[in-house]
């Protein structure tokens, strides 16, 4: 369950970028769909990988 105060947050947010107003259960659900999206595509970053690309290493595709 997210804050009171994070969903009044998205509230805020969601009507400054689309110029309307959600319910309070709307938001509830767009910020809880967010979340399910986040711990879908997230994952840690291993430290060689900051590593080589701090040096340079990586490029486009890699």
Do not use: T
């Amino acid at each position: 369950m997210l804050p009171k105060e994070a969903i009044l947050e998205y509230q805020a947010i969601y009507k400054k970028v689309f110029g309307k107003d959600i319910s309070y259960a709307e938001a509830l659900e767009k910020g809880m769909e967010l979340i399910k999206l986040f711990q879908l595509i997230y994952r840690p970053i291993k430290k060689e990988w900051v590593n080589k690309d701090i040096k340079g290493g990586f490029k486009n595709g890699d």
